[in-house]
């Protein structure tokens, strides 16, 4: 029997809160809302566009972040950097996120770059 990880607005934004070690009332008090609404918030599997918006700015990360947080890749870069245990390494798992981010970013700035000079071109 296969397993399926669910993966929803509201499980992310809660482990990127535990991870960066937010507390709800942070974010709760910067979406304007009580800690007990946040913390349903968190149980949803869609948050809205503005919501999501507001918690990745005070979290200080990029809304895909969110979106497309995956614990398995977490787990991963941790248990490959304490895969050699005569050296320990303290790996930030947002650094790695923003890194794919940001090179992501890159490669789709490429491709506009490309598709507007064929329009150019036109």
């Known amino acids: 029997m296969e397993t399926k990880t669910k993966s929803t607005h509201g499980?992310?934004?809660r482990r990127l809160r535990d991870i960066l070690d937010v507390k709800q009332?942070?974010?709760?008090?910067?979406?304007?809302?009580?800690?007990?609404?946040?913390s349903?918030?968190?149980?949803?599997?869609k948050i809205g566009k503005?919501?999501?918006?507001?918690i990745a700015e005070t979290l200080q990360i990029p809304v895909e972040a969110i979106k497309n947080f995956d614990d398995k890749c977490v787990f991963n870069v941790?248990?490959?950097?304490?895969?050699?245990?005569?050296?320990?390494?303290?790996i930030n798992p947002i650094d790695k996120v923003a890194e794919l981010y940001e090179r992501i970013i890159?490669?789709?700035?490429?491709?506009?770059?490309?598709?507007?000079?064929?329009l150019e071109k036109k």
């Open 78 to 90: 941790i248990s490959n950097s304490f895969a050699d245990s005569s050296s320990v390494a303290i």
């Open 11 to 13: 499980y992310n934004v």
């Open 50 to 54: 503005k919501q999501l918006e507001k």
């Open 106 to 118: 890159k490669e789709k700035d490429g491709q506009i770059e490309l598709l507007k000079g064929l």
């Open 25 to 38: 009332e942070t974010i709760a008090s910067a979406l304007g809302m009580t800690q007990q609404n946040f």
């Open 40 to 45: 349903k918030l968190e149980k949803k599997d």
